[in-house]
């Protein structure tokens, strides 16, 4: 693995249905990032973990669930997933903190019917 | 309220010089960012600003008014592969990412 890389690359899903999308860095980064990117809008922060063991509220963090067990790995939950909730879902890190560079993974593209 | 503001998209010829303007409105601030984004892909880094002036990287220059809440991007000599959304992000009073929409940049030869 080199960078960052998040899972599934695409799904669609039943309204309702739980969702887990994971992320995976080994940059050692302390930082890392959920945003989402619909078409006409700007990135909007998630949630946010500025080092292991700690998480916080982004801008649209309602319906979503994040927690940072370890350096790595940042997934992302859905509890019960509603159709607005279709987006394309980028996590990302940065070494220490939000002055740093952001490195953003591929993404995971999400439908919910 | 928080706001970044560019143009929605440009069109420019390959081999000239496009300027890309960003204006700003946040609860303090603390740097401002541009990312070059292609299509169906994840957005890359191209630049950092935090003081006033022109920053050159090689064909990209970025600047940053503090004053003036603005920043452009220069892309000169401008490539085929320069097609793509370019998103300026200014780093909020809590460093938080404040996201323009993107503008697209569309180069026509």
């Known amino acids: 693995i080199a960078g960052i890389t998040q899972a599934p690359t695409s799904q669609i899903l039943a309204a309702g249905r739980r969702m887990t999308l994971r992320c995976t860095q080994d940059?050692?980064?302390?930082?890392m990032y959920w945003y989402r990117q619909d078409l006409g809008l700007g990135l909007r922060l998630i949630h946010y973990s500025n080092t292991a063991g700690t998480t916080g509220k982004g801008e649209v963090p309602d319906g979503y669930s994040v927690s940072r067990a370890n350096t790595d790995d940042f997934p992302l939950t859905l509890a019960s997933a509603v159709p607005s909730q279709t987006s394309v879902y980028f996590c990302?890190?940065?070494?220490?903190?939000?002055?740093?560079?952001?490195?953003f993974g591929p993404g995971t593209r999400l439908t919910v019917l | 309220g928080q706001n970044i503001d560019q143009p929605t998209e440009m069109t420019a010829t390959e081999g000239a010089i496009v300027q890309i303007n960003c204006t700003y409105q946040t609860s303090g601030f603390n740097g401002l960012f541009w990312y070059q984004q292609h299509a169906g892909e994840a957005p890359t880094f191209l630049s950092y600003?935090?003081l006033d002036g022109l920053e050159e990287k090689g064909r990209f220059s970025s600047f940053l008014s503090r004053s003036k809440g603005y920043s452009y991007l220069l892309l000169k000599e401008l490539q085929m592969k320069d097609s793509a959304s370019y998103l300026c992000?200014?780093?909020?009073?809590?460093?938080?990412?404040?996201w323009g929409a993107g503008t697209k940049l569309i180069i026509k030869p």
């Open positions: 940059m050692r980064h302390n930082a």
């Open positions: 990302a890190s940065s070494a220490e903190s939000s002055t740093d560079t952001q490195y």
């Open positions: 600003n935090v």
């Open positions: 992000a200014a780093l909020d009073s809590n460093y938080q990412l404040i």
